[in-house]
């Protein structure tokens, strides 16, 4: 459809904001009339009448077009002008972690007044007197006042969609860690890349590594001392794919949990899930060096070997986990409360 063809359907229809929320759409069209300053979608469309539209210059990730208009409708609704609510979804997009550090110029608005806000008096009023009458939902602070670690588990790609309700199982089961749900604004998944084994089916992974290089920073924002991020992507470090657990972060602040390497024999079969994902957590809380010896029910035991069958490995992620006397000795009082959280499932 043509700019001109837009124009003649939406122009004086009422509409007071048009969010063109795809790449490119704010981007000055070809014409073979150079001095027309108006060609292209937005510039037509205001052209035509539409008091505001808000498109993008060029190409943007998904996740910071998402945090852009979160937060420019968020402040629109707090009774901000357009030129205010622009300006502070630029500033959420600039602090979020994104993967292109432009992406916050990238959003234009075309207004012809940026400084009235998009709701009338009348309305603004009614909004006012409805957030009064409404009662105050107090939402529970999860770990506030909380002196020991604060665990933050960040779910990717809604792997568990009662991550809430785990976190709490767990963070009462014992007082050396609280468990919270965060939501941390990261392309995860374009920082996949291509496999690397030769002959393999291409699939994307992401390498633990790199993924915590770029996390690591933001980890105090969120008010937690470790992240545990929870994807069902394919993940593998600097020698290994497949993994389940990436746990090598110098400063132990970031940890990934993959669901893949289990996805296939899973059968949303919930009690394995999370006594898997207790197992991960566990295991990414030590911190104390892993062995190859007996018991492999160690949660601090690992292999060099992937077992390539799929059920074998299964049992063996999702086995029922107990500390080995040398790692208990390691891990002193927190073993008691690890051990509670092995238990949960």
């Not at 002008?81 to 997009?93: F, L, Y």
């Amino acid at each position: 459809m043509s700019a001109e063809s837009l124009r003649q359907v939406l122009c004086h229809r009422g509409i007071r904001l048009l969010f063109l929320n795809a790449c490119e759409t704010g981007m000055v069209g070809r014409t073979e009339n150079p001095s027309d300053f108006n060609r292209g979608v937005a510039p037509k469309l205001v052209a035509g009448g539409i008091p505001v539209v808000v498109a993008n210059q060029y190409k943007v990730l998904d996740v910071s077009a998402t945090e852009f208009t979160k937060n420019f409708y968020w402040w629109l609704a707090l009774g901000s002008t357009v030129g205010d609510a622009a300006r502070e979804a630029r500033v959420a997009v600039n602090y979020a972690i994104a993967g292109e550090n432009i992406d916050w110029a990238v959003p234009v608005v075309y207004a012809r007044n940026p400084g009235r806000p998009i709701y009338t008096a009348s309305e603004t009023a009614r909004a006012v007197a409805t957030v009064r009458r409404a009662p105050l939902a107090r939402s529970p602070q999860p770990c506030k006042g909380f002196t020991g670690v604060k665990v933050g588990l960040w779910d990717v790609n809604q792997v568990l969609p009662a991550l809430d309700e785990f976190g709490i199982t767990l963070s009462r089961k014992q007082t050396e860690f609280c468990f919270r749900t965060v939501d941390v604004s990261a392309p995860l998944g374009t920082w996949r890349a291509d496999t690397r084994s030769e002959g393999a089916t291409p699939r994307g992974y992401i390498e633990g590594g790199e993924v915590a290089k770029k996390l690591r920073d933001h980890v105090a924002s969120l008010g937690v001392d470790r992240l545990i991020c929870i994807t069902s992507f394919a993940l593998a470090d600097k020698e290994s794919e497949g993994l389940a657990l990436w746990n090598q972060d110098p400063g132990m602040r970031v940890a990934i949990v993959s669901v893949e390497p289990i996805l296939s024999e899973l059968d949303s079969a919930r009690p394995l899930l999370n006594r898997f994902m207790a197992n991960m957590i566990v295991d990414a809380l030590c911190g104390a060096e892993g062995h190859k010896t007996p018991p492999a029910t160690c949660p601090n035991h690992y292999s060099d070997t992937v077992d390539s069958d799929p059920k074998a490995r299964l049992a063996y992620l999702t086995a029922q986990q107990q500390f080995c006397e040398a790692c208990r000795a390691v891990l002193g009082a927190k073993a008691a409360a690890m051990d509670r959280i092995l238990a949960a499932y």
